[in-house]
């Protein structure tokens, strides 16, 4: 039975409406229907975004299409608070997250909101991003030990950009276990240029990632994509790992959120332009692999975090992970078009503001 409260107020609300109807008809004003009201350029590829996300990727949704921008590069060489006074680093409890299993050769060695990944191989590991200096110690190390892998393994770090959420980790498993770092030339450039910046966080120059480029280790390869936008040197990766003996294909984007500055309009046009041919790029990349999972290295975009919650109760069902190549091209769609939207903002800013 409908709940009568809630009745009456669609019906006053109805009232309301319609009254307001009438009383402009009797004033002389037109009455519009809504599809006769003009939608604009932002609109429509704001719907768009909507419509590829569904109930999937709302996280996704919001952080690009409708939340503040993320800043442009921040070239202050100082220190992060963290490093200098430990105290100031978030409470364990707004971070930490069990690892988990979540492929037959990938593990889940991240936090609550910021992601690392392994990819296990007979001849060691490859592991994606590290995040902060002050939880890649225990989230990553402690981590890999509680799922019973070795961190002496890790042969290969590859960092997605070199912002502190994930290259954190970076200088200290290079040096503890001399594994190899592997970053594109933009990001190890920036690396170089602000020592104090990713003080306790900057591994020596290694390995110069470039777009197509396989790395391999053992039987697994992973594929680099150059993909700019959210820093200059971005790059994002496809690989394969197995469900049960069952190989399934995987695109990991490398940076998500939009990066613009109001006040920077004519800059944050042309990069929000690098970011779209990227998200085109890393798009067609995941369908020629046939990818049917998507990663990240935060959750608020994959949702990895509640996705590993789930995995304990999967039994013989779905693996949660697996989404399917439709949607897998769906998420592409939602940051493509959250950030046309908002390139159209910016494109529309009155003569005064730019």
Avoid at 286 to 301: I, R
Wanted: proline share 6%.
């Amino acid at each position: 039975m409908p709940d009568r409260t809630l009745v009456r107020a669609v019906s006053v609300a109805a009232l309301i409406v319609g009254a307001l109807t009438v009383a402009r008809a009797a004033s002389g004003q037109q009455v519009a229907p809504a599809s006769a009201r003009p939608v604009s350029d932002v609109e429509v590829a704001q719907q768009a975004a909507k419509t590829a996300a569904g109930f999937e990727f709302l996280g996704t949704l919001a952080r690009t299409c409708f939340l503040p921008p993320s800043r442009s590069e921040d070239l202050r060489d100082i220190p992060a608070p963290y490093v200098t006074d430990p105290r100031t680093a978030p409470p364990r409890a707004a971070w930490y997250a069990d690892p988990r299993k979540v492929f037959d050769n990938l593990y889940f060695v991240g936090g609550k909101v910021h992601s690392a990944w392994a990819l296990t191989t007979r001849e060691g590991i490859i592991l994606l991003d590290t995040i902060y200096p002050y939880n890649s110690e225990e989230l990553i190390v402690g981590g890999m030990k509680k799922v019973g892998l070795d961190p002496k393994n890790i042969k290969y770090v590859v960092i997605s950009h070199a912002h502190q959420d994930h290259i954190g980790g970076a200088e200290m498993i290079q040096k503890r276990y001399g594994s190899r770092v592997v970053m594109s030339e933009p990001d190890w450039a920036l690396v170089e240029k602000l020592p104090n910046r990713f003080k306790t966080m900057a591994p020596k120059r290694d390995v110069v990632a470039t777009d197509g480029m396989k790395l391999t280790l053992g039987e697994s390869t992973v594929n680099i994509w150059f993909t700019p936008g959210h820093t200059d040197g971005t790059i994002s990766f496809t690989f394969q790992v197995l469900d049960r003996g069952r190989p399934v294909n995987v695109v990991y984007s490398g940076g998500t959120a939009l990066v613009y500055e109001w006040d920077q309009r004519e800059w944050s046009i042309k990069n929000l332009q690098t970011y779209i041919e990227s998200q085109r790029h890393l798009a067609a990349k995941a369908k020629e692999a046939g990818a049917t999972v998507l990663l990240s290295n935060h959750s608020e975009f994959d949702e990895a975090w509640k996705k590993n919650l789930m995995l304990a109760g999967r039994g013989d069902g779905p693996h949660p992970y697996e989404i399917g190549a439709g949607q897998v091209q769906r998420y592409f769609k939602v940051t493509e078009n959250c950030a046309r939207a908002t390139q159209l903002k910016l494109e529309q800013l009155p003569e005064t503001s730019r």
